[in-house]
C-alpha cells in the first residue's frame, strides 16, 4: 500500500511492500568518533573485491612497495585494480583464507610494512572536474579501484557509464544504513559530509543530470543534519535533497530505497538504469572525492566492530587487507563467550570461522555475537503454510514456493517465481514460526542456476568453436580447389601457337588409332573403305613383274626393296627401271610407307618373297651362302622384312 509523508522539506515519499522492524542495536558502536586502526604487521590484500574478473598481479615477490600503488590491474571491463594499503616488502603471492561464505581462499598479495607508510607518486588532482570530459572521470575512477562500499562491490566505472540509450535523470545516494549493528556510514557522513557532497558532484557531472536524492533513515539525526549542511554549503544550487525516511528494514535495499524516494519499481531482472536512475552508497561517493579531487586509490574504509561479544565497539578506519583479528584487538578482545563471528550485519552477513580474514571493499562490519544475541533456533519444523514470509518479503515474492521448489531442486520452478529477485534480507526467515532457514535454501538454488548457467554457456561455447573451426576447413578447401584451378587456368592453352600444338597432337593420336585398326583388319584393307588411289593388289600366285609401269607406288617400292634385299644376299639385282625408281622416290616423298610389317597376313609376305626370288638371276651353286648365318643383315634388314625359308630359295 502506498502513502505519502510531507517532511520539512517538502519531499514525498513511498512505502514498498513487507519490511520488518528490527532493534537496531546502533547505540554500541555510534557512541564515540570514528579511530585509524593501528597499521598491521602483515597486509592480505585479495586480488578480487569486487564482482566480475579478478584483478592481475603487476608486482613480484621481493618487490618494495610504495603506498597507492597498484598491486594488480584490472582483467576485462567489469573489473577492479588493487593497490597497495601501505609501503613496505611483497612477501608472498598465494592463496590466503578471504571472507566469504564459502570460506574458501583466493589468491593474496601479502605485503611486509616497514612503518613508514609512504605514499606512491599519485595522479594529478582534478579539482576542474567540471571542465573535465565524463569519460576523463570515469577512468580516474576506475584506475583507482573504486567499487561499490554498500556491500555489493559493483566496479563504480561501470555503473556511472549507462549509456546514450538510458539517459539518467536522477541519482540516489544510500545512506540509510538499515541492518542492526552497523554504524560506519552513520559515522562517515558525521565526519566527511563535504566530502561525500563533493563526490555527488562529481557524479552529477559525469552522468549530466542535476537531481540528486540521499535517503537517510530517520534513526541517525546527527547524520541528516550534517548532510544537509554539507549540501547547502557545496551545492548551492540546490540540486543535492537530503530526505529523511522512515526506519524499517530493509529500506536500504537498492530496489526498496528508490521506491521510497521516487515512487518507481525497478522491473524484474532489471537495473535502475532502465528507469533514468543510478543508485550509489555514501562510502563511495566518498572515495569518489578522494579519487578525483585528490588522486588517492581506495586503500582504506570505515568498519564497524561490534557486539556484545568484544570489550569495546568502534569504528576504525581501516586499511584494506588488515587482519579481523587485528581490529577485534584494538577493540580490547573478546569477553565471555563468542557465539558467532559475522562479517557484515546479522541479517545479510555470512559467518565466518576465523578471525584471520582480512578486510575487503565490501567488508563494513565485523560482528562478534554471545549465545544471547544469535541465540539457537533449533531444528526447523515442517512449514505450517502461515504466509507470513509472503506478508513480509520486500521483494513482493512468494518465499513459500521459493522454498518447496529449492528444496526439491525444481530449478526451473524457482525461476519461474522470480528467484533471483530475491535480495537475500532474510525477513522471511525472521518471522517464519518454523525456523526455516528459508536464505540459505535461495542461496543454493541460486549457486545451482549460475553453475547450470556456466554449463551451458559452456555447452554452448564449445558448439560454437566446433561450428567455427567445420567452417574454416570448408573454406580452407575452397581456397585450395580455387588456387589449383587458377593454376591449371594458368598452364592451359590459351590460342594462337598453343592452339596449333593442340591440332597437331590430336592428328597425330588420331593417325595413329587409324593405324592401329589398319593393322587389326584381315587382307590390309580398310573395313568400309575403297583401296586407295594408284596402289596396285599384290595376289599370292602372281609376282609382280619388273616391266610394270610406274604410277603404282607400292609396286614400286616392292621392287626396290627387292633390289636391296638382292644386293644385302650378294647376288647381282637386276636393274630397276628408272621409272620404277622415280615412283618410289616420289611416294616416299608424299609419305606413303607400305613396307611389309608383323602385322600382314601370311599370304603377302609370301607373294612377295616368291616375287623377289622369280627376279633374282640364276647363280652358280658355288656362289650361293652356305648357311643363313654367314649371310650378313642389320638390324634394320631383320626388322624391315621376313626370312626366307629354306624352300623358296
Not at 613508514?116 to 576506475?142: G, M, N, T, V
Not at 557522513?189 to 536524492?213: F, K, P, Q
Not at 539525526?221 to 528494514?249: F, H, W
Request: hydrophobic share 35%.
Amino acid at each position: 500500500m502506498l502513502f505519502s509523508v510531507l517532511n520539512p522539506h517538502r519531499q514525498r515519499l513511498w512505502h514498498f511492500h513487507g519490511g520488518v522492524h528490527l532493534p537496531d542495536e546502533k547505540a554500541l558502536s555510534n557512541a564515540a568518533s570514528s579511530v585509524a586502526a593501528p597499521l598491521p604487521a602483515q597486509l592480505v590484500v585479495p586480488l578480487q573485491q569486487h564482482i566480475g574478473a579478478p584483478s592481475q598481479p603487476c608486482v613480484t615477490v621481493g618487490e618494495q612497495v610504495k603506498k597507492g600503488q597498484p598491486l594488480a590491474k584490472p582483467q576485462g571491463y567489469v573489473s577492479a585494480p588493487v593497490h597497495a594499503p601501505s609501503s613496505g616488502t611483497v612477501v608472498a603471492i598465494e592463496p590466503r583464507q578471504i571472507p566469504h561464505p564459502s570460506g574458501l581462499s583466493a589468491l593474496c598479495v601479502v605485503i611486509e610494512t616497514d612503518g613508514e607508510d609512504a605514499w606512491a607518486e599519485l595522479p594529478a588532482p582534478l579539482s576542474d572536474f567540471e571542465q573535465q570530459e565524463p569519460a576523463a572521470l570515469r577512468e580516474r575512477i576506475r584506475q583507482s579501484g573504486i567499487v561499490g562500499m554498500g556491500g555489493a562491490s559493483f566496479p563504480s566505472s561501470v555503473k556511472l557509464n549507462p549509456g546514450p540509450d538510458q539517459p539518467i535523470d536522477t541519482l540516489v545516494i544510500n545512506g540509510a544504513e538499515c541492518e542492526p549493528y552497523i554504524t560506519c556510514d552513520d559515522l562517515l557522513m558525521r565526519e566527511r559530509a563535504a566530502d561525500i557532497v563533493d563526490g555527488i558532484r562529481v557524479m552529477l557531472h559525469i552522468l549530466g543530470t542535476g537531481r540528486c536524492l540521499v535517503g537517510i533513515e530517520d534513526n541517525k539525526p546527527e547524520a541528516i543534519a550534517a548532510m544537509r549542511q554539507a549540501a547547502e554549503q557545496g551545492d548551492p544550487s540546490g540540486r543535492i535533497k537530503v530526505v529523511e525516511i522512515p526506519t524499517l528494514y530493509p529500506s536500504g535495499g537498492e530496489k526498496q530505497l528508490i521506491k521510497i524516494l521516487t515512487g518507481k519499481e525497478v522491473p524484474s531482472h532489471g537495473i535502475p538504469a532502465q528507469i533514468g536512475i543510478v543508485c550509489q552508497n555514501v562510502g563511495t561517493a566518498c572515495a569518489v572525492a578522494d579519487a578525483v579531487l585528490r588522486g588517492r586509490p581506495l586503500i582504506e574504509r570505515y568498519v564497524t566492530v561490534t557486539g556484545r561479544a568484544v570489550e569495546k565497539p568502534q569504528n576504525y578506519r581501516v586499511r584494506i587487507g588488515t587482519p579481523a583479528a587485528d581490529l577485534v584487538a584494538a577493540s580490547g578482545g573478546y569477553t565471555g563467550e563468542l557465539e558467532k563471528l559475522v562479517v557484515g550485519g546479522p541479517m545479510m552477513g555470512f559467518r565466518i570461522d576465523t578471525d584471520g580474514v582480512p578486510v575487503t571493499k565490501a567488508a563494513n562490519c565485523i560482528l562478534a555475537l554471545t549465545p544471547g544475541e544469535s541465540p539457537d533456533p533449533g531444528e526447523p519444523q515442517p512449514c505450517i503454510r502461515c504466509g507470513r514470509c509472503a506478508e513480509v518479503c520486500p521483494a513482493n515474492l512468494l518465499p513459500q514456493q521459493l522454498y518447496w521448489h529449492a528444496r526439491a531442486k525444481d530449478l526451473d520452478k524457482v525461476q519461474d517465481y522470480n528467484l533471483f529477485d530475491c535480495i537475500e534480507c532474510g525477513c522471511c526467515a525472521v518471522v517464519c514460526p518454523s525456523h526455516i532457514p528459508l536464505v540459505q535454501y535461495y542461496r543454493y538454488a541460486k549457486t545451482e542456476s549460475w553453475a547450470r548457467e556456466r554449463e551451458k554457456r559452456a555447452a554452448e561455447h564449445a558448439r560454437e568453436r566446433h561450428a567455427a573451426k567445420e567452417a574454416r576447413l570448408e573454406r580452407l578447401e575452397r581456397e585450395k580447389k580455387a588456387k589449383l584451378r587458377k593454376k591449371k587456368e594458368a598452364v592451359a592453352p590459351k590460342g594462337g601457337k598453343d592452339d596449333d600444338k593442340q591440332a597437331a597432337i590430336k592428328a597425330a593420336r588420331e593417325r595413329a588409332a587409324a593405324k592401329k585398326r589398319l593393322a587389326q583388319q584381315p587382307d590390309g584393307q580398310q573395313s568400309g573403305s575403297a583401296p586407295t588411289a594408284g596402289a596396285t593388289e599384290v595376289k599370292p600366285e602372281i609376282a609382280v613383274p619388273y616391266g610394270k609401269p610406274a604410277g603404282a607406288p607400292a609396286s614400286a617400292m616392292t621392287e626396290a626393296r627387292a633390289a636391296e634385299q638382292q644386293a644385302a644376299q650378294g647376288a647381282v639385282p637386276k636393274p630397276v627401271p628408272d621409272e620404277v625408281a622415280r615412283a618410289a622416290a616420289e611416294a616416299t616423298a608424299a609419305g606413303v610407307d607400305n613396307a611389309p610389317s608383323p602385322s600382314k597376313t601370311q599370304a603377302q609376305t609370301q607373294a612377295q618373297t616368291q616375287a623377289q626370288t622369280k627376279a633374282q638371276p640364276q647363280q652358280p651353286q658355288a656362289e650361293q651362302p652356305q648357311t643363313a648365318e654367314a649371310q650378313p643383315q642389320t638390324a634394320e634388314a631383320q626388322e624391315g622384312r621376313p626370312q626366307a625359308t629354306a624352300g623358296q630359295r
